[in-house]
């Protein structure tokens, strides 16, 4: 993954239009490939789906990866501008990597958008990929249009094929932050008797943890299975990664 951090002929984008994360472009991208390849077991040949793909930021390093004739990477995302950088720095590179704007609502990042997201549907066939990836997706869903979401991914899992999501769970220790070293950025506060936690400083999509086990029984009743489970350091516990990480199974045809 080192190779592809320094690579400085990979595509980038213009600091200043990176509306969607934090953090190096490149290096960012470069630490989830080794994340999805070691974790999430994902293949040269795998055929991947990037929600909220953004502006391409796990897409750059995975052209690095992916094999040119087998596999292949679709990514949609619901803001326009990081859509069209991608079809003109990467599609225009790589004839395996294709990106759609899919105009979905969000009070954040697309409020005009015309797709609800309670009404989701992906515009792809059943059982086409092997490979799902979500980072920073949920963390700005609210409960309803998470369960809308991974009713459609487990419809376009291939029989085995696995979910890479990120999210910001909210246990007791990140609650309670007992070693005083949560990031200081997230003190989630409960909101009604929902299962969402917001941030009260920022706009209410704009971080979003959720209770522990909504989001495992949310995969689960989605007709997925949970293959890993793992706390990020966001809470102030040793990981490796950031956010906390679902890895889910498609267990095959309904």
Request: with cysteine.
């Amino acid at each position: 993954m080192e190779i592809v951090q320094r690579n400085r002929f990979l595509p980038r984008p213009d600091p200043d239009s990176i509306f969607v994360g934090d953090g190096n472009f490149q290096a960012v991208g470069a630490e989830f490939l080794g994340h999805f390849i070691r974790k999430g077991g994902l293949l040269p040949d795998s055929r991947v789906l990037d929600i909220g793909c953004g502006i391409g930021r796990m897409a750059v390093p995975l052209t690095q990866y992916l094999d040119p004739a087998k596999g292949s990477y679709r990514g949609i995302d619901p803001v326009a501008g990081g859509i069209n950088w991608c079809q003109q720095m990467i599609s225009s590179a790589y004839s395996n990597f294709e990106f759609r704007h899919l105009d979905i609502a969000h009070s954040l990042y697309n409020p005009k958008g015309e797709i609800n997201g309670l009404e989701l549907v992906l515009p792809f066939d059943d059982r086409q990929f092997d490979f799902i990836i979500m980072t920073s997706v949920v963390t700005h869903l609210p409960d309803e249009e998470v369960s809308a979401y991974l009713r459609e991914v487990e419809r376009v899992l291939a029989p085995g094929g696995r979910l890479f999501m990120t999210s910001f769970v909210v246990d007791q220790s990140a609650q309670e932050n007992p070693f005083n070293k949560r990031d200081a950025r997230l003190g989630f506060q409960r909101y009604d008797e929902g299962p969402c936690w917001f941030v009260p400083e920022l706009p209410p999509l704009a971080a979003v943890g959720f209770d522990d086990g909504f989001l495992d029984n949310a995969l689960t009743h989605a007709g997925l299975s949970i293959t890993t489970k793992s706390f990020g350091h966001w809470r102030g516990v040793p990981a490796d990664h950031y956010q906390d990480l679902f890895i889910a199974e498609c267990k095959g045809d309904r």
